[in-house]
């Protein structure tokens, strides 16, 4: 593999795959000659390479990881699948729908394999809960809700790219974390939000921009800094209606104290509910009526079949997010080294470019309800556009 982007989350791309076993990371390209040779080096990758049509180019790679911000995601990958190379992507996939469309059609072109690496999928209670409510543990469900917050952005000092709309898109938090959260759930009850109306706000409206750039969730000790305005949101409630007719609500923000990674999700059914916390990831908590509550313990032995492989340590010894992201490498992985082509069956914690696609067009609709303050329909606003 070759990996365009080591920055925060490419480090946790290159540690996944080394963990696998059976592939090699030959390659990184950064954005100067200088810059990728001192992370190759840290990294322990041979080559490096200071532009991505270098490392794209480069016949032993077949597999191109992009973890570069968002406003890159559309030239790497197209360049990418120019030269027939595998592609996975982290989210968001694209800065808008219509360029998440552009790119899930380029990729069925090129006849490769595509993936978007949406990780939370990779964890092994996230896989019960799926398991149990495919099997109609839960009945119906009726009420899916929960938030993703953190804190990594609450001081007027604290900066990304993500905050500049030419850099991360029109959309902050939303984009960033939210569409986890809205793809996690959407995997887990095996039905897709249709509907949105949205309230977004823009907390901290005027930040002090540090003149060099800082990594996700560092502090940037930098003095010279500049002030400057921010749009996009930093904190949104969200009220949805997912397909077949349940309810929902989501509140995102990275202004909340004490929040670090604070994904959960409850969904509530006529028999039984679920909850999971990513910060409490190795329990899922189970909640009935007409019987006691339970905490069922990631345990290989009590998991259902299709979760246990999820599970790589006996109960009580916690696994985490780094395991989950690996998880979702090896279905990808996986399914690459099988031969596997890009229609054929794919295990479940692997989301593709149409599942990146479709995130993004729950982002565009919440976007485009906050404008209009009305219920807005899932990808009306991309067939207008395109
Ligand atoms: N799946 C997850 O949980 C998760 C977590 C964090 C970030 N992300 C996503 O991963 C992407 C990267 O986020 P990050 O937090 O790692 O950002 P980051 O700023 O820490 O890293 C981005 C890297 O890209 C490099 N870069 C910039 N321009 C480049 C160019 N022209 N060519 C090659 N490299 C270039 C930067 O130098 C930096 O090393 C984003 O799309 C983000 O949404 C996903």
Partial sequence: MGLVGPGFVGAHHIDAVRRLGFVDVVAI?????????????????????????????DPDVHVVHNTTPNHLHVPVILAALAHGKHVISDKPLAMTAADARMLLDAANKAGVVHAVTFNYRGNPLVQQAREMIAGGELGPVHFIHGAYLQDWLLEATDFSWRLEPEKGGESSAV????????????HVAGRRIVEVLADLTTVIDTRLKPSTSSEAFARSGDAAR?????????LASIL???EGGAKGSLSVGQVCAGHKNGLWFEMNGRQASVRWLQERQNELWIGRRDAANAVLAKDPSLLAPSAR???HLPGGHQEGWADAFCNVMRDIYGFIAAGKRPGDPRPPAFATFEDGYHSACVVDAILESHRRGAWTSVGETVVARR
């Fill in 175 to 186: 984009a960033d974390i939210g569409s986890h959260w809205c793809d996690l759930v959407q």
């Fill in 309 to 311: 492989s999820y599970a």
């Fill in 226 to 234: 500049e002030a400057v305005a921010v749009r996009s949101e930093d």
């Fill in 240 to 242: 949805l209606r997912f």
């Fill in 29 to 57: 390209a950064a954005s100067s000659d200088a810059s990728a040779r001192r992370k190759a080096d840290a990294l322990g990758v041979p080559k490096a390479y200071g532009s991505f049509e270098a490392l794209v180019a």
